[in-house]
């Protein structure tokens, strides 16, 4: 008799989604890589470029901006944590704090090896819509980092239509950082390769119990 194909389902549930979380691993720790050796060189005039179009956008946007920058600071991490507990989803709760409180971390102590200034530090003429301690760090961006992190957790966890959803919050948090002047695009880059490195770690530790179709 002839074993079923993987089409048949013989692999174990939720395989494919681990197959998914080491490949956005791999792609994540590159760019991370990448990024971080970026960010110690000089300055590039694509990054400034890209830096002064948004940051240089209208005021008016920094109310709604602000909003949905909330995805990306720590305080969403028990948040989101509660939220999934009063759901019953406790492997999507353990795996948000894993994942958000991890990067949150990793992302402070790569702060002090790379040490690169955020750009009012490095540029004239900053639209500095945020007040920032003298001489805080750019690189990364922890909340890039947290966003990235906790939308590949809840990627994994829930249905595909939320990926819409939190990929589109991230999105917003990545060019917030960049209007408010917090971050450079470099910063922001590497932030979310951190958080994917971080949320796909988790994934493949925490195993989603299945996601459901959508």
Known sequence: ???????????????????EDVVVLCVA??????????ATADLTSAEVGVFRAVNELPDQLSGVLWVFMQYGTFITIP????VALAFRRFRLAIAVLLAGVGVYLLA??????VERGRPGALLSGVQERE???????????GHAAVAAALTAVVAAHLSRRWLVVVLALGAVVILGRLYVGAHLPLDVIGGAALGAVAG????????ARSRPPG
């Open 1 to 19: 008799m002839t074993r079923a194909g993987p089409s048949a389902g013989w692999l174990p549930t939720g395989v494919m989604d681990r197959r």
């Open 29 to 38: 720790v590159i760019v991370l890589i990448v990024a971080t050796w970026a």
């Open 79 to 82: 948040v989101l944590a509660v």
């Open 108 to 113: 402070l102590v790569i702060k002090q090896i």
């Open 131 to 141: 007040t920032f301690g003298e001489g805080s760090l750019g690189f990364p961006s």
């Open 200 to 207: 796909s770690t988790v994934n493949l530790i925490v195993f």
